[in-house]
């Protein structure tokens, strides 16, 4: 299978984005950007052709285009993020997915981020998140159910999104921080902990069979490779000071 990767620019004001649950420290943009070009190498490696979004280099989270918008093989569900200052962030986004899917969108006065929401086959879980509404989680129900997704709402505390706590890792294989978020909603599947000493390493990037793993988690990573998997290690300092992750960085779907 191949995929397309939505991926947009470093903004220059990524020095002023949201903060939540880190401390701000200077974020170097240079670095940031080749960090950034590394990430987009091995998505092609993985297989995918990247796609640049336009460039908003006043909206400073704008990098993290996950957020914008959940693309599903039926329908692309183009998001209210929660945070005020990112909203403008969608407009650019349904742009370069409306020549690929029928968009649906989320209304006012809900709200959700795609970093709440993590597919695994025809099952969707959504966190209610301080990004995240009950409303936002009851509208995009009722646009993927019908398309016969199963959604699952999952409470998030203490971290920014579901997939900070959660990511798929491999087919049927969870990496999950079991403080951060109730797994209740996760039975039948396969668990990996993330390792103590690393509560944010829950957030990997799987690409059809590649894993890509941020370099900072190195016991998660022995973890993983423990249960067979082989993941791509990639350097993203400069991202994760904006609080961001691997996963919110692309928008993958399948051509
Ligand atoms: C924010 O707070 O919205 C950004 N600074 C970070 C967003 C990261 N998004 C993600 O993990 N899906």
């Known amino acids: 299978m191949s995929f397309v990767a939505f991926t947009r620019a470093v903004p220059a004001t990524i020095s002023s984005c949201e903060l939540t649950h880190l401390a701000r420290t200077p974020i170097d943009v240079v670095l940031a950007t080749a960090q950034h070009a590394a990430y987009e190498t091995a998505l092609r490696d993985a297989g995918c052709r990247v796609e640049r979004i336009a460039a908003t280099p006043q909206l400073p989270d704008s990098v993290f285009v996950e957020d914008a918008a959940v693309v599903l093989d039926e329908v692309a569900v183009i998001t209210r993020p929660g945070a005020e ?24 006065p809900g709200t959700i981020d795609g970093g709440d929401v993590l597919r695994v086959g025809r099952r969707i879980f959504i966190g209610r998140s301080g990004r995240t509404t009950k409303d936002g989680v009851e ?21 920014l999104h579901l997939k900070s706590a959660v ?9 999950v921080n079991l403080d951060l978020i109730d797994i209740a909603a996760f039975e039948g599947f396969s668990l990996i902990e993330v390792d103590p000493a690393e509560p944010s390493a829950a957030n990997g990037l799987l690409i059809g069979e590649v894993l890509l793993f941020p ?12 249960h067979g998997l082989r993941p791509r290690t990639l350097d993203v300092s400069e991202l994760a000071r904006a609080e961001g992750a691997l996963t919110c960085c692309s928008l993958l779907l399948a051509e």
């Open 167 to 175: 990511s798929q890792v491999s087919v049927s294989t969870l990496l």
């Open 85 to 108: 200052s990112r909203r403008t962030e969608t407009a650019s986004v349904a742009d370069a997915l409306r020549p690929w899917r029928r968009l649906a969108f989320i209304e006012s």
């Open 139 to 159: 509208q995009f129900r009722a646009i993927v159910e019908p398309l016969g997704y199963r959604v699952d709402s999952v409470q998030v505390d203490g971290v």
């Open 215 to 226: 370099e900072a988690f190195p016991k998660t990573r022995r973890r993983l490779e423990a």
